[in-house]
């Protein structure tokens, strides 16, 4: 059995996180950034798609009305994945609460069955994707800003007094 000292313990991890933890959460925050990236492209082609097909030269034009339905779902669905992926790193080291990842994986993925299935569309569903690939893209921030902040010294210098203080076994009675 090997044995470890605490103190390297203490000085292999950043505020109690393992270096490999924290390398898989920049991970998926590059994985969450692809899929921020992918919702932009598409609304750009939405909106570029839908311009072109609104122009009445294009009226008759099926490739281009195929461009304007079909490649924003397929934009967003290929999100799907990646934010699931999101999901399960952000529920195992605890970056959001529990119920919140829960509720907007669960919202998400009732309502796009449930159009699927007993409407015979996907947009809404697909569109409430759209604010789980964000709502993950804040809990990255605020978890990699909660270790800038923690390694500011000033920080580090009142964690260090506040430890001295509370360790302080000397009283002022005689």
Same mark, same amino acid.
């Given at each position: 059995?090997?044995?470890v000292?605490?103190?390297?313990?203490?000085?292999?991890?950043?505020?109690?996180?393992?270096?490999?933890?924290?390398?898989?959460?920049?991970g998926?925050?590059?994985?969450?950034?692809?899929?921020?990236?992918?919702?932009?492209?598409?609304?750009?082609?939405?909106?570029? /798609?839908?311009?072109?097909a609104?122009?009445?030269? /294009?009226?008759?034009?099926q490739?281009?009305?195929?461009?304007?339905?079909?490649?924003?779902?397929?934009?967003?669905a290929?999100?799907?994945?990646?934010?699931?992926y999101?999901a399960?790193?952000?529920?195992?080291?605890?970056?959001?609460?529990?119920?919140m990842?829960?509720?907007?994986?669960?919202?998400s993925?009732?309502?796009?069955?449930?159009?699927?299935?007993?409407?015979?569309?996907?947009w809404?569903?697909?569109?409430?994707?759209?604010?789980v690939?964000?709502?993950?893209?804040?809990?990255?921030?605020?978890?990699?800003?909660?270790?800038?902040?923690?390694?500011?010294?000033?920080?580090?210098?009142?964690?260090y007094?506040?430890?001295i203080?509370?360790?302080?076994?000397?009283?002022?009675?005689?």
């Amino acid at each position: 059995m090997t044995t470890v000292s605490n103190h390297s313990l203490q000085t292999s991890s950043r505020h109690g996180f393992a270096p490999l933890a924290i390398a898989r959460i920049k991970g998926a925050q590059r994985v969450n950034q692809i899929a921020v990236y992918l919702i932009y492209a598409a609304i750009i082609a939405f909106m570029v /798609f839908g311009t072109i097909a609104s122009i009445k030269a /294009f009226h008759d034009n099926q490739i281009l009305y195929q461009l304007f339905y079909n490649l924003p779902y397929a934009l967003v669905a290929l999100t799907i994945p990646l934010t699931l992926y999101n999901a399960f790193i952000i529920y195992r080291y605890r970056l959001n609460q529990t119920s919140m990842v829960i509720m907007t994986i669960g919202v998400s993925s009732i309502i796009l069955l449930g159009g699927l299935l007993f409407a015979d569309t996907a947009w809404l569903g697909l569109a409430s994707w759209l604010g789980v690939a964000f709502l993950f893209k804040v809990s990255f921030k605020r978890f990699f800003n909660f270790l800038d902040l923690a390694d500011l010294p000033e920080h580090n210098k009142n964690a260090y007094n506040a430890e001295i203080n509370e360790n302080d076994d000397t009283t002022d009675t005689p």
